[in-house]
């Protein structure tokens, strides 16, 4: 299961190895797009779920103390207690941009967990999108029906309803691209898509491959072959267990909707070959050629069925770091 938080996701694999002028740049960079991606003001629970959620995560009772207490004086000038709680956007940002101390923590897992409280503001912004995005057709039918009865006339409110949303998605998308620009100026090989933060090495690959296909998935047809790449990807990163197993089945869910959506599928398939089928067969049209299907079933032949079954007394199957590299890709 795709773990919640960036720290642990990638609590095997060092990024940092100093904490510099930098790196301290970066998180109070990160902070400010967070303010402006769900300003406080209007959203003070949601900032209060995150930090409670990473406060359990890290097992700590606060980010950082809220509570304070001093002493004024009054318009007699006698001495009078003062005391109160900060607000939550306070804690997390002085957890967020808390200085350093050299020797007393080390600065990989300090940077981390403060990208985790990026991490999970800006996923929290992306779901919320995703509810409003999912809702708009219906909002746009009910609205349709009432403009036509209205007498400002027809999609009146539909096209503002439009518009707001295209506004909106437009926004969080140049807010994601900030921050994935503050990562590569402060050098740090990260991306961040479809609410989670994971490692990108390569910028070429990210522009030209990697940034379309995430495009791509982030609608809601996708969301298992979103969920399953991203798994891959933190497993592979963390060297953990069978990454190259959720590519296969991120590609079989992909295969089984591009055969659905181009109403293809017949209803009595078995398995990953007969959605094949159905793509190369000549009477639908061919969407891929024959040589194209052969590589598809022996993937899933030579791949996903070596590595989802029990080898038995046999050797565990295990693929090295390229073919898991070229699996996924």
Known sequence: MLTDIFAYRYSKVPIWQTFSEVEKGLLNQLFGVAREVIPYKENENKWKDIHDRLSRELGLDELFSRY???????????????SGFFGWDYASEKFVKSEYTFGSNDPDRFIKERVSFIELLMRLRYEELETINADLSR??????????????????????????????????????????????????PLTLHNGFIQISTDAVIEKNIAKPFWDVVSAPLWK?????????????????????????????????????????TLGNERGASNYIDNLVRKNNGRYI??????ILKDYFRKVR?????????????????EQTDWAIE
């Open 68 to 82: 304070y207490s001093y002493t004024s004086q009054n318009y007699l000038g006698k001495s009078v207690p003062v």
């Open 139 to 188: 909002s746009l039918i009910k609205e349709k029906i009432r403009d036509k009865n209205s007498k400002f006339g027809a999609d009146s409110i539909a096209t503002r309803l439009q518009a707001l949303n295209q506004t909106l998605n437009k926004e969080y998308a140049h807010q994601v691209e900030e921050v994935n620009e503050r990562f590569r100026r402060a050098k740090a």
């Open 224 to 264: 298992n072959v979103d969920i399953d790449i991203k798994e891959a990807l933190d497993r592979r990163d963390s060297n953990d267990k069978d990454p190259a197993l959720f590519a296969a089945k991120a590609l079989e869910s992909a295969i089984k909707i591009v055969s659905d959506q181009k109403g293809l």
């Open 289 to 294: 050629d024959t040589w194209e299907a052969a």
């Open 305 to 321: 069925n070596t590595l989802g079954h029990g080898p038995g007394s046999d050797p565990m199957p295990e693929l090295t770091i």
